[in-house]
């Protein structure tokens, strides 16, 4: 094994390494002379790196497809997850909300399945809002149904 800085013909190897650290074209290259085997080694495996630039330009696009994909999908995920999420708290708050007009309701006595059903079906959260404020001053099953008809 050769030494970095030992004397080879003249010149140390390391001048050799800088210039091949240096190089920038494939003509500088192809004009480096040396007798260091570790250099001559370097030039041998840059020169096979330097033949596939075609397909190392389609690998690299490659990775590029691979990575925009990845990045497509953590988006997509993101994004259904966080529709999920906004989903699943809209249901909850429905049903928390139907809840306590019942919980209310029943201090009335059981609660009439016209009612039920009536409260059961309301989708909109600012209805049973509404409701729930009509169930806390109800004073029967009646008074509630004018209530919210009104």
């Given at each position: 094994?050769?030494?970095?800085?030992?004397?080879?013909?003249?010149?140390?190897?390391?001048?050799?390494?800088?210039?091949?650290?240096?190089?920038?074209?494939?003509?500088?290259?192809?004009?480096?002379?040396?007798?260091?085997?570790?250099?001559?080694?370097?030039?041998?495996?840059?020169?096979?790196?330097?033949?596939?630039?075609?397909?190392?330009?389609l690998y690299e696009a490659h990775l590029k497809e691979v990575?925009?994909?990845?990045?497509?999908?953590?988006?997509?995920?993101?994004?259904?997850?966080?529709?999920?999420?906004?989903?699943?708290?809209?249901?909850?708050?429905?049903?928390?909300?139907?809840?306590?007009?019942?919980?209310?309701?029943?201090?009335?006595?059981?609660?009439?399945?016209?009612?039920?059903?009536?409260?059961?079906?309301?989708?909109?959260?600012?209805?049973?809002?509404?409701?729930?404020?009509?169930?806390a001053r109800a004073g029967n099953f009646?008074?509630?149904?004018?209530?919210?008809?009104?």
């Amino acid at each position: 094994m050769i030494e970095l800085g030992k004397e080879l013909n003249g010149r140390s190897a390391l001048d050799d390494w800088i210039k091949l650290f240096n190089v920038k074209t494939e003509e500088e290259l192809n004009m480096l002379q040396t007798k260091n085997p570790g250099v001559l080694e370097a030039i041998s495996e840059v020169r096979k790196m330097s033949l596939g630039k075609g397909l190392r330009a389609l690998y690299e696009a490659h990775l590029k497809e691979v990575r925009d994909r990845w990045a497509r999908e953590d988006y997509v995920r993101m994004e259904g997850e966080e529709k999920g999420r906004a989903e699943g708290e809209a249901l909850g708050d429905l049903r928390r909300s139907r809840q306590v007009i019942f919980d209310l309701l029943e201090e009335l006595g059981n609660v009439p399945e016209d009612i039920r059903s009536l409260i059961d079906n309301e989708t909109d959260l600012t209805v049973l809002q509404k409701w729930l404020k009509v169930a806390a001053r109800a004073g029967n099953f009646n008074d509630f149904r004018d209530r919210i008809r009104s």
